[in-house]
């Protein structure tokens, strides 16, 4: 069964850093370009970035709110993707999911509070 | 970036009513669009992708049109599984930012 599940969420002081982890199953992680996507509270979708496959240079795209805060990554032979965190603020708490591109797998999503 | 302007924000419709959806992209994007429904605290799951393709299993009363710039989701004969809120989200730009989301509830 396909299958990705998020971890590493919590509840961070503003200023503090965090690292999300997305455990991938049964597909080929490998080549799959990798996505994540955050909903704050009562709010609508928000796409963070994505990074390619290795054999697509595995690059990452970030949108404007992710950019130069947070950067994305993976571990192929871990079958896990990364987001990490930093210099975050109240306005990041949120559900934080992870998905294939195209998204037609979601993980569960995973909770970040951010608050003093 | 690309600005997607979803609307409505809300609707009340009743069971077995036509429900339509629109978005509308800042700049041509083709047909590079997907459609999205979500459930309270589920994450979202895929109905149309390329504007109007069918994701394998979803039911035939959803779905698709449009390119370019415009694009409108259907819901043909609503049904009271149907309650969620539905997103679009554009994939031409590097960028895939998603519409603010239409509300659908029953009247």
């Known amino acids: 069964e396909e299958q990705l599940v998020e971890s590493g969420g919590g509840l961070v002081k503003p200023g503090g850093s965090l690292r999300l982890s997305c455990a991938a199953s049964?597909?080929?992680?490998?080549?799959?370009?990798m996505t994540w996507v955050r909903q704050a509270p009562g709010k609508g979708l928000e796409w963070l970035g994505r990074?390619?496959?290795?054999?697509?240079?595995?690059?990452?795209d970030y949108a404007a709110p992710a950019r130069g805060r947070f950067t994305i990554s993976r571990d192929d032979s871990k079958n896990t993707l990364y987001l990490h965190m930093s210099s975050l603020k109240t306005d990041d708490t949120a559900v934080y999911y992870c998905?294939?591109?195209?998204?037609?797998?979601w993980g569960q999503g995973t909770l970040v509070t951010v608050s003093p | 970036d690309i600005q997607m302007t979803q609307s409505p924000s809300s609707l009340s419709a009743s069971v077995g009513d036509r429900v339509t959806i629109t978005c509308q992209a800042s700049?041509?994007?083709?047909?590079?669009l997907n459609w999205y429904q979500q459930k309270p605290g589920k994450a979202p799951k895929l109905l149309i992708y390329?504007?109007?393709n069918l994701e394998t299993g979803v039911p035939s009363r959803f779905s698709g049109s449009g390119s370019g710039t415009d694009f409108t989701f259907t819901i043909s004969s609503l049904q009271p599984e149907d309650i969620a809120t539905y997103y679009c989200?554009?994939?031409?730009?590097?960028?895939?930012?998603f519409g603010g989301g239409t509300k659908v509830e029953i009247k």
């Open positions: 990074i390619k496959s290795k054999s697509d240079g595995e690059t990452p």
């Open positions: 998905s294939t591109e195209p998204a037609k797998l």
């Open positions: 390329d504007a109007s």
């Open positions: 049964g597909f080929t992680f490998i080549d799959a370009w």
């Open positions: 700049r041509d994007i083709d047909n590079y």
């Open positions: 989200q554009q994939y031409k730009d590097p960028y895939n930012d």
